[in-house]
């Protein structure tokens, strides 16, 4: 069952067209609510194009020593994930291969190798880093698609998970550009929810910094309007616009024609929009918008 | 640069359209790049829909408990990963966050939690896993495009990366069906190696396991003829074809129509196969089949 804010249940999970929640609560798509899915993503592709944005796609392993200069180990160490594979010495691995899981099914993971990347905590982080130390050309739009992944203490499918989908749009060149673009953005979500009645407003948010209170980059979110959510029926954020200022183009020393470059990025979270579209619109698939509904207008 | 079986370069991956290498040797793809990738999984998905295989998408987290039901810690520890996160404890994330990583870059993890779970290695696990306990109504057809994950030793980009991108098309069934399936699909990828000229040849094959000589998988893959590989030039593996005989069947307690289940499945590497058609059509854009060209015939 899922429920609302007030703890009601809105749509039972079972009666979805297509989705198997598994033991570990992990949420399989296929049939009628994989398109919906495909569908919501190509929304999100369309908006994109709207800005021109180039399609890339990227690894789900992100340079441990590129996020650590985003000072991201001190700001998510709760969340952060790391892909762990075992000394590859054969006593090592024997030992592991001999008894490799508890009665409660936790593996008993015997030495691990060195560790150097990171699963990718949010999508865009990677599009930064690719420009290190490049002067653009001009203003750009990147869009890319990514399972991401954190650490969640508790998991509820579609709505909380441990690896979820994230589509991003970003902009990174002149501040004015940035800012106009986040603007625009903001104007074609607001407008998209009016339209479909869906209840999702957009808040003024922080992110779930460890330490927040001493945190430079959550004192700057608190003061600064830097980031705003889409915030379905009071509780669950389903995206975000994100306003980075030039902290990125300074960390990875990125200019554009010669000049600072400033970031910002659109987030989606593809689960959660399905939990949104399933919560507004009902199990029925008839109900559902089709793809020409959601980008008409 | 990319090298074939003799050493030889045989084209540069700096003049490809869209693909940009990492410090850390990943492959970014955009631009034409992109556009072949995705041309070449719609190829996949093609040859899927003429089996009506229904497409379904997983998460990249495979259930240890379950994974371990396979011996896959026996057969595979050397390349297995998990998703591996701080305990949450303040001391112990605070610990992190003062120090996070070496000079050489290497992380300093403090205290882990306990792992459930791991990186997916393959694409089709979670299929078998998703009908345990079931009574299919018939033979099924599947496929799913994940994001799988395998410690290497070494790394070279598109053709050994630690997370790269599988399609798979799984057949689950009557012994007769699997088989004549298995069959089918050898012939389709044969004739389409030979209509492009790709030098790619079906080779017998085993997978990699740890203390093969033992392994009681690895002997029944070296008696019975139940993998095949896509040998690309002589020394890349770009695909498989797999014939599971009952044993996922019966690992996962599957039946059909109250009979013995049988499986079999095809796999393709995206970022291997990128790999063999920019090594055999080169790196100029025009020399590229386009999508008609790749279904036709």
Redesign the interface.
């Known amino acids: 069952m899922a429920s609302d804010s007030d703890g009601d249940t809105i749509f039972n999970l079972n009666e979805v067209d297509g989705l ?1 929640v ?3 609560k ?6 009628a609510v ?1 398109g919906l ?1 495909q569908d919501i993503d190509r929304l999100f592709a369309h908006w994109a194009q709207q800005f021109g944005a ?8 992100v ?3 590129q996020l ?1 200069k985003l000072e991201y ?2 700001s998510f ?10 000394l ?1 010495d054969d006593d090592n ?2 030992a ?2 001999d008894d ?2 508890s009665s ?4 008993r ?1 015997t030495e ?8 990718a905590p949010a999508a865009c982080f ?1 599009v930064y ?2 420009m290190s130390g490049q002067d653009l050309p001009g203003t750009c739009f990147v869009t890319l698609r990514s ?1 991401c ?1 954190r ?1 969640e ?1 508790s998991l509820t499918p579609l709505e909380r ?3 979820f989908t994230m589509r991003e749009v970003v902009c990174v060149g002149a501040q004015g550009d940035v800012q106009e673009y986040l603007e625009q953005f903001k104007q074609i979500v607001v407008g998209f929810f009016e339209r479909l009645s869906l209840p999702v407003v957009l808040e003024r948010a922080t992110d779930p910094f ?2 927040a209170p001493t945190n430079r980059k959550y004192i700057m979110q608190k003061v600064a309007p830097l980031k705003h959510e889409m915030v379905y029926d009071g509780h669950l954020a389903i995206g975000s616009i994100n306003f980075h200022q030039s902290s990125f183009g300074e960390t990875f020393d990125i200019s554009c024609q010669g000049s600072e470059v400033f970031s910002g990025c659109v987030a989606f979270g593809i689960e959660r929009w399905l939990f949104a579209f399933l919560g507004h619109f009902g199990t029925d698939t008839d109900s559902w918008p089709g793809f020409e509904d959601l980008v008409a207008g």
């Open positions: 198997q598994t033991q570990d992990q949420a399989v798509l296929g049939g994989l899915a180039e399609e890339r796609q990227f690894s789900p392993l340079s441990a020593a650590n180990f001190k160490p709760h969340q952060v994930m790391f892909p762990v594979s075992l590859p691995l024997n592991f291969a490799p899981i409660d099914d936790a593996l993971l691990t190798s060195p560790v150097h990347q990171c699963l990677p880093m690719s399972t992944f650490k203490e998970q441990t690896a460890f330490n």
